[in-house]
């Protein structure tokens, strides 16, 4: 468990500085954090770093603890990009009183899926249960993800309006038994409405949620032209500082685990 633990550190970490270059960093950034919090008593916590760049695409820097191990946990960043009323869903969404708020009942509140974070492939909302390409936590319920997306993937005015949007996580184990079945809430009505059969709904409510920290927090950086290569290098720097951030998050969070294992 540990080589695969520092595996993840190393290839988020690696991942996170290969997104960075002087002319990203010279050029306008927007970068925004967020915090995701557990539902349905879950106990799954996340952060989460989106940064634009210059040309169009969104990186993506994830990390959580607490998942279902060694399942896929589908993601989405969702919300409307016209509207500001949407936000992630109080427990007094559960509808039908059995203690979970499904991914139906909170619809209203939490907008449509803008983004599916997925790790390879298409990433529109038909992929909102791809769960053959979605993030797996691994045995201790540590998750991991990194990627960038290209600019023809991300929703025209998505990361001009990342700070009005959130981010959502899905998958628990109600059951206690390490897996999705449908002994814990039986088969997902979301699915079953998308054409996918005998899905079971712990795979699709709701885990973790979360907006942007603080609310409404925009970071942005800026090289007009002709400031130079030190300049550039200087904000690249600012990146790499980035990336190593994300690297230090999850050492943090792995570092005790194996002092638990010792």
């Known amino acids: 468990m540990l080589a695969r633990m ?23 950034v927007k970068v925004v954090h967020f915090d ?3 539902m349905n008593g879950s106990g799954a916590r996340a952060t989460a770093t989106l940064s634009s760049n210059p040309d169009g695409s969104l990186s993506v820097a994830l990390t959580g603890d607490g998942f279902t191990p060694n399942a896929p946990h589908a ?19 559960d509808q039908d009183g059995d203690g979970q708020v499904a991914t139906e009942e909170a619809a209203s509140q939490s907008g449509e899926i803008l983004l599916s974070l997925t790790t390879e492939g298409d990433t529109g909302p038909d992929s909102a249960l791809a769960l ?3 993030p797996v936590a691994d045995d201790s319920g540590f998750l991991g993800y990194s990627r960038r ?19 959502v996580q899905r998958g628990l184990d109600v059951n206690g038994n390490d897996k999705y ?7 997902s009505a979301l699915a079953a409405s998308l054409g996918s059969q005998d899905v079971p709904e712990e795979a699709t409510n709701p ?37 190593a951030a994300v690297g230090l998050l999850v050492l943090g969070r792995l570092v005790p685990r194996v002092l638990r294992g010792v």
């Open 75 to 93: 993601q989405h960043i969702q919300g409307s990009i016209k509207s500001r009323r949407f936000f992630c869903p109080p427990a007094s969404a």
């Open 36 to 38: 995701l919090h557990p």
């Open 207 to 243: 885990a973790a949620c979360g907006r942007v920290t603080p609310v409404g927090s925009v970071q942005t950086g800026s090289g007009a032209p002709g400031d130079g290569v030190a300049s550039s290098w200087l904000l690249a720097l600012g990146g790499v500082a980035f990336a």
């Open 181 to 187: 079945d449908m002994g814990g809430l039986g088969e």
């Open 6 to 28: 520092l595996l993840a550190l190393l290839g988020i970490t690696v991942a996170s500085l290969l997104l960075v270059s002087p002319q990203a960093a010279a050029a306008n």
């Open 132 to 134: 053959s390409r979605m």
């Open 149 to 167: 997306i290209p600019a023809q993937r991300v929703p025209d005015g998505l990361i001009e309006n990342l700070e009005n949007l959130h981010i």
